[in-house]
């Protein structure tokens, strides 16, 4: 049985598999098939942080597989009351076929992980980000950015960034993150993510300066300078963060067909300017829409792992 908690735990060709299976799925639903991949399964959803796309993506997507998806609140379980997470586990995990969680630490999701009996799936933590970073790549796919292409994350080096950094480690591309001093993305993640370029002969560069880590690259990202969790930070990170929106003039040093991709929720005039967002080089909502099709490559791919 395998969980999805990292792309960390999954080799280059496990992610081609998954994007795979969701081209086809995705495929197969534009033409008006929906096979019953998961026909009678159940999916718990917890949620510990607010979220449209990925709350969205997973109960639908569960629903056209045949399956049923449970929502599940921190206001509504004991989990939210103080009950422990390895206790949780045990006994929702009895209960159903798979389990998707968003919640704030990652050791929390390790920790369920390891007590549930069904496939766990990181709806988010504030490590990672794994399944929004496959629907990014099947973007990436899908826009003819896969090949050599040279991505810049401009902003926050929180979760997102993280993910971007397996996923460039794991495929074997440049990868060129610029946040403010002081925000740089998690040594030890960073050093995990070095580690695996060796092999895979990704180029991995931080630096401080967005003018630099833009200039001609063919995937422009960023995320919310502050992310669920540290909206107390808020008005001292807006100061610190000066300079680093992806607006027009930003835009315009990377390669002239570069795409923009944003995890979304955006923040207008923050980590990116309207005119970015709006552009016609911004692919955010096919990206979003791509959050549907990845989840069911995800779920179908972890249960035929465990047949
Ligand atoms: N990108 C993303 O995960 O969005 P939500 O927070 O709306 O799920
Ligand atoms: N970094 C953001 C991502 C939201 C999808 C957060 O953790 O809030």
Same mark, same amino acid.
Request: net charge negative; proline share 3%; charged share 30%.
């Given at each position: 049985?395998?969980?999805?908690?990292?792309?960390?735990?999954?080799?280059?060709?496990?992610?081609?598999?998954?994007?795979?299976?969701?081209?086809?799925?995705?495929?197969?639903? @534009?033409?008006?098939?929906?096979?019953?991949?998961?026909?009678?399964?159940?999916?718990?959803? !917890?949620?510990?942080? *607010?979220?449209?796309?990925?709350?969205?993506?997973? /109960?639908?997507?569960?629903?056209?597989?045949?399956?049923?998806?449970?929502? $599940?609140?921190?206001?509504?379980?004991?989990?939210?009351?103080?009950?422990?997470?390895? &206790?949780?586990?045990?006994?929702?995990?009895?209960?159903?076929?798979?389990?998707?969680?968003?919640?704030?630490?990652?050791?929390?999701?390790?920790?369920?992980?390891?007590?549930?009996?069904?496939?766990?799936?990181?709806? $988010?933590?504030?490590?990672?980000?794994?399944?929004?970073?496959?629907? &990014?790549?099947?973007?990436?796919?899908?826009?003819?950015?896969?090949?050599?292409?040279?991505?810049?994350?401009?902003?926050?080096? *929180?979760?997102? =960034?993280?993910? #971007?950094?397996?996923?460039? =480690?794991?495929?074997?591309?440049?990868?060129? !993150? =610029?946040?403010?001093?002081?925000?740089?993305? *998690?040594?030890?993640?960073? /050093?995990?993510?070095?580690?695996? =370029?060796?092999?895979?002969?990704?180029?991995?560069?931080?630096?401080?300066?967005?003018?630099?880590?833009?200039?001609?690259?063919?995937?422009?990202?960023?995320?919310? #300078?502050?992310?669920?969790?540290?909206?107390?930070?808020?008005?001292?990170? $807006?100061? &610190?963060?000066?300079?680093?929106?992806?607006?027009?003039?930003?835009?315009? @040093?990377? &390669?002239?067909?570069?795409?923009?991709?944003?995890?979304?929720?955006?923040?207008?005039?923050?980590?990116?300017?309207?005119?970015?967002?709006?552009?016609?080089?911004?692919?955010?909502?096919? /990206?979003?829409?791509?959050?549907?099709?990845?989840? @069911?490559?995800?779920?179908? #791919?972890?249960?035929?792992?465990?047949?």
């Amino acid at each position: 049985m395998r969980h999805f908690l990292t792309l960390k735990d999954f080799s280059a060709k496990e992610i081609k598999e998954i994007v795979g299976l969701a081209i086809k799925i995705k495929k197969d639903l @534009k033409n008006g098939k929906r096979e019953s991949l998961l026909h009678g399964k159940t999916l718990a959803m !917890i949620f510990e942080k *607010n979220s449209t796309r990925t709350r969205v993506s997973f /109960e639908a997507g569960i629903y056209q597989l045949g399956g049923i998806g449970l929502f $599940l609140s921190n206001r509504d379980l004991q989990l939210g009351r103080g009950e422990d997470m390895k &206790d949780t586990a045990r006994v929702i995990s009895r209960m159903v076929d798979m389990v998707v969680i968003r919640t704030d630490s990652h050791m929390r999701l390790e920790e369920f992980a390891e007590f549930s009996h069904v496939p766990v799936i990181n709806g $988010l933590s504030d490590s990672y980000h794994p399944t929004q970073l496959l629907a &990014d790549y099947l973007t990436m796919i899908e826009c003819k950015k896969d090949k050599n292409p040279i991505v810049a994350y401009i902003g926050d080096g *929180n979760n997102i =960034a993280h993910s #971007w950094l397996m996923l460039a =480690a794991k495929m074997g591309f440049e990868l060129r !993150i =610029a946040t403010p001093s002081g925000y740089e993305p *998690n040594i030890s993640i960073y /050093e995990d993510a070095l580690e695996i =370029a060796e092999e895979s002969g990704a180029k991995i560069i931080l630096s401080n300066d967005p003018k630099e880590a833009i200039k001609d690259a063919t995937v422009v990202t960023t995320d919310t #300078w502050t992310s669920m969790g540290q909206e107390e930070q808020k008005e001292q990170r $807006l100061m &610190d963060f000066k300079g680093f929106c992806i607006d027009t003039a930003l835009f315009s @040093k990377a &390669d002239p067909e570069a795409i923009f991709l944003h995890c979304l929720p955006a923040y207008r005039g923050q980590e990116v300017s309207d005119r970015v967002l709006e552009g016609e080089r911004s692919a955010v909502f096919l /990206e979003a829409e791509n959050r549907l099709h990845i989840q @069911k490559g995800i779920m179908v #791919w972890l249960d035929q792992k465990r047949n």
